[in-house]
């Protein structure tokens, strides 16, 4: 007997309405897709579709494709600046990279593979922020840590 296909999450935020939100674009966005957000528990959900023709895996490595660990973060700060984007008062403002803490790979990850990006806020100021940071793939952790950025005052990046 086939067991069922798993049920496809809802996609509250597309790449195009992620595009409207963030500066980051192809090849550089890594996140696809919004799919849960409780603003109650400052919590927010993206994915990313880990596909064999990412323009990393050429060179890392040939014969054993593996998405490198600095961009798992990125994906996961991408992930954090929709959630700001999308908080009342921040406007176009952008943020950057404040700290990295507390970094931990647990599991490599490949083409075929669909990464869950997590963020829960821990602290969102008018100029600074921290969350929680975990990719996972079928639920098991590739990723995790603390991510912290400032916000730079509107126009400042101009």
């Known amino acids: ?15 195009s309405q992620i595009e409207q939100l963030i500066p ?8 696809d897709r919004i799919v849960e957000e ?5 919590y927010i959900r993206g994915e990313k579709a ?4 990412e323009w990393y895996f050429q060179g890392h490595f040939p014969g054993l494709p593996v998405m490198p660990g600095v961009l798992q973060v990125e994906a996961l700060a991408q992930t954090m600046a929709v959630y700001v984007a999308r908080t009342e008062g921040f406007g176009s403002r952008m943020g950057l990279f404040a700290a990295i803490d507390e970094v931990r790979f647990k599991r490599i990850v490949q083409p075929g593979d669909r990464l869950s990006l997590e963020i829960t806020m821990e602290k969102l100021g008018r100029r600074m922020g921290r969350g929680r940071a975990v990719a996972s793939v079928d639920g098991e952790a590739a990723c995790e840590g603390i991510l912290s950025f400032i916000i730079p005052p509107e126009g400042a990046l101009r």
């Open 50 to 53: 880990v596909t064999a023709t």
């Open 24 to 31: 980051h674009r192809w090849p550089f966005l890594l996140v």
């Open 38 to 42: 409780d603003r109650d528990r400052g």
């Open 1 to 15: 007997m086939t067991e069922p296909a798993p049920a496809r999450t809802a996609v509250l935020l597309t790449t």
